[in-house]
C-alpha cells in the first residue's frame, strides 16, 4: 500500500487495576501484572536511580557497572586517563559552569566519553563530570 500511514489510537494503559475513569476494571476484564522477573529483577514499583553526582549516567550513556540499575541506550567500561594540564571538573559541558574541583595535571579520571570537545567521567574522587577535551592524554 502507498500513500500516508496512519496510526490506530488506544485506550490501553500501563497503569494496573484502573479504567480510563479511575474505576477498577469490571469482572471479566484483564487486569495488568507487573512484569515477569527477568534474572532477578522485576520491573515495578518507583525506580530509585544513583546519585548522578557519583554514579556515571545519562540517557545516551552510562558506567558498564550500573547496567542493573540505569537504562541507557550504551554503556562503556571507564577508561582510565590522566591529565596533562589542570582542569576544572565540571557538572555540565560548558565553560562558565561552576566547577565541582580544581584537577591537577597527572590526575587519573576514569573516562566514558571524550566527544564534542569534552570528556566525561570519574574524577579522581570519584565525582562525575566534565574536563576539556585537550586537558586529557590520549
Same mark, same amino acid.
Given at each position: 500500500?502507498? *500513500?500516508?500511514?496512519?496510526?490506530? *489510537? ?14 477498577? #476494571? ?9 512484569? /515477569?522477573?527477568?534474572? @532477578? ?16 549516567? /545519562? ?5 558498564? *557497572? ?43 579520571? /576514569? ?11 570519574? *574524577? #579522581?574522587? @570519584?565525582?562525575? @563530570?566534565?574536563? /576539556? ?6
Amino acid at each position: 500500500m502507498t *500513500g500516508q500511514n496512519f496510526l490506530k *489510537g488506544s485506550n490501553d494503559t500501563s497503569v494496573p487495576g484502573q479504567t480510563a475513569a479511575g474505576a477498577s #476494571p469490571k469482572s471479566g476484564e484483564a487486569r495488568s501484572q507487573p512484569s /515477569r522477573t527477568v534474572d @532477578g529483577f522485576a520491573l515495578i514499583g518507583v525506580s530509585n536511580p544513583p546519585d548522578p553526582r557519583t554514579h556515571a549516567y /545519562r540517557k545516551d550513556l552510562a558506567d558498564v *557497572g550500573l547496567a542493573d540499575q540505569v537504562i541507557a541506550s550504551h554503556y562503556a567500561e571507564p577508561l582510565i586517563r590522566h591529565l596533562v594540564a589542570p582542569a576544572p571538573l565540571l557538572p555540565e559541558p560548558a565553560n562558565d559552569a561552576e566547577p565541582i574541583a580544581l584537577l591537577q595535571a597527572g590526575d587519573e579520571i /576514569r573516562m566514558l566519553d571524550n566527544s564534542r570537545g569534552w570528556a566525561w567521567g570519574y *574524577g #579522581p574522587d @570519584g565525582r562525575v @563530570g566534565y574536563v /576539556r577535551s585537550e586537558a586529557v592524554a590520549p
